[in-house]
Structures are given as structure tokens and as C-alpha cells.
């Protein structure tokens, strides 16, 4: 009799999984550079026990690039999967895509040269670089290098200037204070933002010489991919981080993507180093201040020496103050490719002089005035200016770079969310409830949500 029970509940159970394999959507969670399935299982796990859909996950290479990273792919897909059966009898027409970052690329590669098969009938990006990252350009060109040597050089100079044996400050109190106040929270964050963020984590996220190559804005390969389109369902989510954006990305890979966020599974901490940046301004200008004092005081008593220290140790720290308020964001949205130079026009009315304004220099290179001040007419006329504008970004993809996906037919935006947090956050959980809830009115949306990525509740 038990025999008979354990042949039932087998049958039954090949039964129930061939009804729920025929019912379910399948749904693939696939994370980018140097990333981990676990990350990815947060949204499939939630989301596989709420709706009728069934996901998978895993982790493949990608520091053979775009090309080597969509064979990687197929062969996962390939490979024998629990239960005696193939990965690849899950994909098809039917099948949901979700990639983040560079998976965005790697599976349209995978579309583009295995046209032999479909993988899959719909496709979310999430951050994906589709027209490239210019952090992948900017590497390579001097400007990873610059930051990496202004985080001490510029952030530190207050406090290296401070302890100067040559002009210390004889004030057992004020070193006292210098040490347990400053010194220890300049190096702390001196030693994430080099050490951890830069060297450990953002080089590392570019992985080999070849896969950054190929991310770089207007590789070959990402221009091969633009001239692909895919008529498909298909959207781009891209996130709208709040300033500063870097440092919050910077964040979350400081934290460590595997860690939880006050016991909330996927949520990454990103104020923990931007918390760091804004002590080191508030240290610096505290000390800036004291010498400022000090100064002033030195003048008064006639000790110029003493007050030549002072000033020297104030314009320092002034140099610190400045890196950590306004500098190290202005330095990482040049990193990132956000901020850039455009020339604009301007309609207005303008001094000229009658017959031109005489804007040709001469042989000096002096821009003359051909008429005397009181000769000169308003002239209505457009003229031309430059100036920086900052791009929209999720802290590593710009906006432009995220939703320039071939035929996306929606675009949506994750409010407050950084590149990071794109794959574990709240506010993602809230958007994909409702794409897989099929409602449209998405903000920013070019397009109605397409009814191919409804999946049914259990």
C-alpha cells in the first residue's frame, strides 16, 4: 500500500509540475558585470511565489564581453537543470527576459547571433548601458586616475597640513580634538572612497581589458547592438537618483551587495558614504574656521610667524572644505559622463556697434572695439553661449544611455533608485507589481504597457 502511495504522489506530483510548467510564465532574472544570481532571486523569489510565473536565475562570465558573456549565457541555458530537464525548455516566445546593466547587452547579443532559436518574447533592461558607460571611456583616459590621486590630495591636505611636525600647533587641546574628531573620519573616508570604492569595486566592475572596451561609449560592439532591433515587447527602466548620484552607487557597493539594509532583504544602504562625505565637509570647515580665528588673534598680538601658520593651515583646510562639498561630486559626474558642455542660443537685445560687433581679434588676438561706447545700437539677435549641464542618472548609466533601447515600447523611471538598487529595491518591487499587473501610466511612458508582460496572480 505505501508503494501504491509513493507512486501516486510521484505521478501527481510530474503531473502538477508539467500543469504548472504549461500555466506559468517563465521568467529569467539576469544581473551584469561582476553581479550574483542571489541578488537577482530576490525580485524572482518574490515575485514566483505572488504570480503565476516560474524564475530562474544564475551567474555566468562576463570578462570575455558582450559576445563572450552571450555565450556564457547560451550555455547556461543549455546546461541540466534540476529534475533531469533543460534550462532551454523554459525559454521561448512565452518567455520574460529582465537583465541589469550590461545582461541588458549580453542577451540581446545572444538574440542577435543565435537567430536560431527564440530565447525569449519579451524584454526588461534595467540600467543597461545600451549606448555604453563613459566611466568605461574615462579609465582609460586619465580622469579614474585624477580622482583617485585628488581623494587624498585634495581631501586630505587640512589634515595633513595639521600634523606637519614642522608647524604643529602647540595647543595640546586642539590636537587632542584634531585626533579624535578629524584625522580618524578624513582617512576612514580617504580609505573607502580609494581602497574599497574605486579600486576593489568600481575597476573591478569593468572586470578585463576587453569587456571595458566594449562598454565604452561608441564601441563597435554596442554600435552592432543599436542596429539590431528586436520587435518585441520590450521596456527600459532606468533610475533617477537623487544627488549626489555617484556617491550614493559608490554606497551601496561599499556596503556590499550582499548584506541587508536594516533586515530588509535587497534593500542596499546608499547614505552610508555619502553620510561620510558631508562629516568631512563639516571637520573641514570647523578646523577652517579655528585657524581663521587663530589667525586673527596671532595678527593682534604682533606674531606674524605664528599668524602666517595660521593662515596657511585656514586656506588648506579651505581646500579640503571645498573637495568634500562641492569638488568630489563635480570630479565623479565627470566620471560618469554627466556633466558635460553644450553651446546654447540666446535671443535677446545686445550692445553692438553699427555694422557689427567687432568680435574679430586681431593679429594680437584682441577683440577690438570698432566705435566709441556712446556709438553703439541695440541689436535683436541671438548669440551664442556655453554651458554645463548635468545629465540625468542612475550613478553610473546615464539617462540617454538607459532607454536607448532599439523599439522600446515603454520607458519608466525609478525614482531615488541607483544603479545598485535598480535590481533589490522598494521601489522596484512597486514597478514590477505593476507591469506584471499589466497597468499602464507609467511616468515618462512613450507607450501603453505592453499586455505580454501581465502574469496572473496565484
Partial sequence: MKKINIMFLIILSVITQEIKSQTDKNVFWLHGLTGQKEMMDILGGKYQSERKLQSSSFTYTTNAGITGSSTAINEKLWELGQGNTRLIDRTGANTIFIVQSMGGMNVRELARTHTDHTYYGGLITLGSTHVGAYIANNIDNGKYAQLKSDIPGKGLKGALRELDPVHMNNSQFQLMTLNIFGTPWMHSIVADLVNKVLDDRMHAQFGSELTRSQMKVTSPELQHLQNYSQNIPQIAIWGNENAPAFLRVASSRLDGEENNYHGVPGQLNDDRLVTLVNNAADISNTWKNIHNTNYYIQLALLNFTGAAIEKSKRDSWNESQAFWSTGIQKATDELIGATRTVIQGVWGWY?????????????????????????????????????????????????????????????????????????????????FNNIFAGMPGFRDDRFPLPSFFKVENR
Avoid: Q
Fill in 351 to 431: 550692445l553692438e556697434c553699427p555694422g557689427g560687433s567687432g568680435d574679430i581679434p586681431d593679429e594680437k588676438g584682441i577683440v577690438p572695439h570698432p566705435c566709441a561706447p556712446e556709438d553703439m545700437v541695440l541689436v535683436w539677435k541671438i548669440k551664442y553661449f556655453s554651458s554645463i549641464v548635468t545629465t540625468e542618472s542612475d550613478g553610473m548609466a546615464l539617462k540617454t544611455s538607459a532607454v536607448a533601447l532599439p523599439n522600446v515600447g515603454c520607458i519608466i523611471r525609478a525614482d531615488g533608485v541607483n544603479h545598485e538598487e535598480l535590481k533589490n529595491h522598494n521601489v522596484m518591487f512597486g514597478i
